[in-house]
């Protein structure tokens, strides 16, 4: 069989390779995986089901139903003061085809869109799969992977379209602060840049609240939010995304998807819609745990030799340097997993940036927590 030249390079990435040499090691803690460990609520449930016994089992709307998109528009206003009406609303499958959708009807071939490092590795091939070119920005721990306007400014070019922005941060699990947030606003308007805010994890912020992009002055018209129900209401395997952007974009890509998804399971999307207009004191409760978990390992982890960790900000991941140990990234993953079945991914994984850094998710029970950072610590004895 002959395949397509532009797929020729494809390969399994780095998290995959790490999450294929779990399946065939037994009994391995498993700190690698970017899900809540949470199963979705039973009345989350229920309201699926419900809604499929009722007849939503039909061609839901391209666009998504009109009553999800009111209640995303109520839960970001309620929680964020983001203002938005449903027509700024596209309903996708999983947060991940939000930005397939946005660059495919953002980009023409050779447009650059920069990504900053640590990035969440999909982002990558989304841009080259709609005949981007991805232009990487190198950001350190000492500026908390956030880059300065002026580290951004040096990487535009005249074929500069667009920018990603993701905090809460996968893998770093930072959270920008607002001067930097508000910096990178004035490039995007003076260059008359899209931006892409990836806030999938929007539900997750340790310290202070969480800003959307789309809340700082004159950007509005020219940020996607991207968002889902995977992390906030532990509805991964639902496979339910969302973006909010201005309407020519959302028209747009809601044109794209008649040709690619046409629409998205119907009872999903009635259980999110359940789920978002029901569930605020349930998002509280998981926050609190998973701010538990994150002050607990970021604790054991100063502890060890070699191991410096900055306290939790947002999402579920901590993203502790690990070069006082003299083992890079991959070398500290491999061995760690071999000698300890204590699974995590190596931070070069999402970018050059991220190499002497592990992340680590707390997407785990505190008493698995605990096991996985004796194991750690005896491995680095
Ligand atoms: N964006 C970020 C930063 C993520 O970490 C993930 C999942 O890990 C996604 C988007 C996609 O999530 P989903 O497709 O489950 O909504």
Redesign the pocket.
Known sequence: MKFANRYAEIKINDMAKVFQAIEKIDGVLNLSI??PDFNTEPDIIDAGAEAAKKGFTHYPPLQGFPDFREALCSYWQRHHGLKASPDEVIIAV????VPHLALQALLNPGDEVILIEPY?TPYADQVEMSGGVPVRVATSEENGFSPTASELERVITPRTRGIFV?SP??PSGRVMPRVQMEEIAELVIKHDMFLLS?E??EALVYKGKHVPFATLPGVRDRVLT?G????SHCM?GW???YGIGPVDLVRRMTAISASQTYGVNAPAQKASTYALNTQDAKLAERRKIFAERMEYVTKRLNAMKGVSCASPEGAFYLFPNVKGTGLGSEDFVWKLLEKAKVAVLPGNAFGKSGEGHIRIACTQSLEVLKRAMDKMEEFLK
Do not use: A, P, V, W
């Not at 999983?94 to 085809?97: D, E, L, N, S, V």
């Not at 889902?228 to 992390?231: I, L, R």
């Open positions: 970017g899900e999983g947060g991940i085809q969440f993701n941060n996968n990836d999938i994890y991207m889902g129900m995977s992390k991964t496979r339910l995304g």
